[in-house]
Antibody, heavy 118, light 109 residues
Framework: QVQLQESGPRLVRPSETLSLNCTVSGDSMRGYYWTWIRQPPGRGLEWIGYIFYSGSLNYNPTLKSRLSISVDMSKSQFSLTLSSVTSADTAFYYC????????????WGPGALVTVSS | SYALTQPPAVSVTPGETARITCGGT??????VHWYQQKPGQAPLLIMSYNSDRRPGIAERFSGSNSGDTATLTISRVEAGDEADFYCQVWDGNSDLSVVFGGGTKLTVL
């Protein structure tokens, strides 16, 4: 059974950098796209970006200038950094797996609420 | 970029049929996936490629997609079906590759 788990600071100051890790267990990371999706409290889902296990990337254009996603196969982890955060970046952040031959997200982490506040 | 439109809310009484729509230009030419999200939980993929029910999902859930509208149908609705539902497509022609609908809150009266 594939499991994903987000970890990282839950409180970030405005203008600073949000950083989260996602640890994958139960299957190899090889062959899949590893994705970040966020959801402001009480609102809908927003795709942030994904990284293929080999390192190729695709980012949401609205976040691209502040965004970096990386993968560490040796640790079975992938990571998200979002710079210059504001209160609009307060959200539940989910990591998820997208199959390489598909367009859907079949496994999700439980989510991490990150609050941007001074 | 491609946009998906869902009704904000659908209400049904137990035993009735709920239909949750997802509108988009020529969405019938795309593969639509549906996610169910219960309070405090991550979204759960329940329907893939328009009408393929995921393992463990009740047969009461079905999906269709044609023209400008995809539909998730829940027959014989139960109280436990109450949740938010999101449709999602892949838009390979856009920089915004992944598109979610705004979500529909299903209330079981």
């Amino acid at each position: 059974q594939v499991q994903l788990q987000e970890s990282g600071p839950r409180l970030v100051r405005p203008s600073e950098t949000l950083s989260l890790n996602c640890t994958v267990s139960g299957d190899s990371m090889r062959g899949y796209y590893w994705t970040w999706i966020r959801q402001p409290p009480g609102r809908g889902l927003e795709w942030i970006g994904y990284i293929f296990y080999s390192g190729s990337l695709n980012y949401n254009p609205t976040l691209k200038s502040r965004l970096s996603i990386s993968v560490d196969m040796s640790k079975s982890q992938f990571s998200l950094t979002l710079s210059s955060v504001t209160s609009a970046d307060t959200a539940f952040y989910y990591c998820a797996r997208r199959a390489a031959d598909g367009t859907l997200f079949d496994y999700w982490g439980p989510g991490a609420l990150v609050t941007v506040s001074s | 970029s491609y946009a998906l439109t869902q009704p904000p809310a659908v209400s049904v009484t137990p035993g009735e049929t709920a239909r949750i729509t997802c509108g988009g230009t020529n969405i019938g030419t795309k593969s639509v996936h549906w996610y169910q999200q219960k309070p405090g939980q991550a979204p759960l993929l329940i329907m893939s490629y328009n009408s393929d029910r995921r393992p463990g999902i009740a047969e009461r859930f079905s999906g269709s997609n044609s023209g400008d509208t995809a539909t998730l149908t829940i027959s014989r609705v139960e109280a436990g079906d109450e949740a938010d539902f999101y449709c999602q497509v892949w838009d390979g022609n856009s920089d915004l590759s992944v598109v979610f609908g705004g979500g529909t809150k299903l209330t079981v009266l």
